[in-house]
């Protein structure tokens, strides 16, 4: 950061106005308008008054240690770390102070050190009283770090304040700050993830049934996602020729079915992309048949115990029945078929509604 920035932040985190640090230091209110512009700098004579007066040091103030690598991050961290173990929390707390107040724009210094030391409070026997001033401090770092322009390390100290609020029971401060979090689409390389805090505050808020719901709709859409990673990882081995392994991966996709109670057509999509890399027609056409009888069955959602609590959706699956009929026709390996043919008949007015 350029020593124009420098000035013109901690003059604001002060509260300082241009008027008073040009009084102070004997210049024009314009001169240090122009420092903070960056158009012209500070005389050498005032560097240290100035730095006294925003109560910095002039290595700061001329930006010497914004280059500090993650090397020396983690080296800090160690030393924090050492300190906590060799002479107790409130040396550790000074040490973090004075390093942060010698790095005070160092976003990713303050966010290590300011995790580190919540963790190592949490691990402290110390009373409630007792803790309190260093609550206090972390509070503040995790509200300047919630301010920062870095994604990740604003999302993270939300993430924090919001699990402190809900702790304490401030659940209205903890869904304001949750709401200041993106959702989780929009969260790269983030250890926060806003959908569990918001179910811990509908939970606390005497909102269960949402929470319940919810939950239920999470599964659903995260089980949805696994049978698809599956579905391609099978597809993807028998490319490879690895056909044990698809075979394998099928099964356990089919077996997710019965397990968690979801569509019985989802069943056979795997297991009927085996047959077809097996070249065998009849299994081909067992499974289809098993595949189609699934989905002139209603999934009846709501009897479920692990989404029962998802309404119920006129869901119509048998209008995909023509779509993978039309499909399997043009499928040289069931095209001179009997058995084929006579699936195809008994199927035939669900062809007509193509």
């Not at 240290?48 to 002039?58: V, Y």
């Not at 939970?203 to 659903?220: I, T, V």
């Amino acid at each position: 950061m350029p020593m124009n920035l420098v000035i013109q932040e901690r003059r604001k985190e002060l509260g300082l106005t241009q008027e008073q640090v040009a009084e102070y230091l004997n210049v024009s209110i314009p001169a240090v308008s122009k420092w903070e512009k960056g158009t012209t700098s500070p005389d050498i004579s005032l560097l240290a008054p100035l730095a006294r007066l925003l109560k910095i040091d002039l290595n700061t103030l001329f930006c010497f240690h914004a280059g500090i690598t993650q090397q020396e991050i983690g080296l800090l961290s160690k030393e924090v770390g050492k300190t906590f173990a060799d002479k107790g929390l409130g040396e550790a707390f000074a040490v973090v102070g004075e390093k942060l107040h010698e790095y005070p724009h160092n976003e990713r210094l303050m966010h290590v050190l300011t995790f580190q030391l919540d963790g190592l409070l949490s691990m402290s026997d110390l009373t409630a009283n007792e803790m309190r001033p260093y609550e206090e401090q972390i509070l503040e770092w995790y509200h300047r770090l919630a301010g920062s322009t870095d994604v990740t390390i604003s999302n993270s100290a939300n993430f924090m304040l919001a699990s402190k609020y809900l702790r304490s029971g401030e659940y209205e401060k903890a869904q304001e700050t949750l709401d200041l979090m993106p959702d989780r689409n929009d969260i790269v390389g983030s250890m926060a993830d806003k959908f569990w805090l918001q179910v811990e505050i509908d939970k606390h808020q005497g909102k269960s049934e949402k929470a319940a719901e919810d939950l239920q709709r999470e599964l659903q859409l995260a089980l949805n996602k696994v049978q698809l990673l599956l579905y391609k990882m099978m597809s993807i081995e028998l490319e490879c020729g690895e056909f044990l392994t698809a075979k394998k991966i099928a099964d356990k996709s089919a077996q997710m079915v019965t397990l968690f109670e979801m569509w019985k057509y989802s069943a056979f999509t795997a297991p009927l992309e085996i047959a077809f890399a097996e070249k065998d027609a009849n299994k081909c056409i067992s499974v289809l048949r098993e595949m189609l009888a699934a989905m002139r069955e209603p999934w009846n959602i709501d009897k479920t115990l692990l989404f029962n609590r998802i309404p119920a959706q006129a869901t119509q699956p048998e209008q995909m029945i023509p779509v993978i009929l039309s499909a399997m026709e043009k499928e040289p390996l069931l095209q001179n078929s009997s058995e084929f043919q006579e699936l195809l008949a008994e199927y035939e007015r669900f062809k007509d509604r193509k």
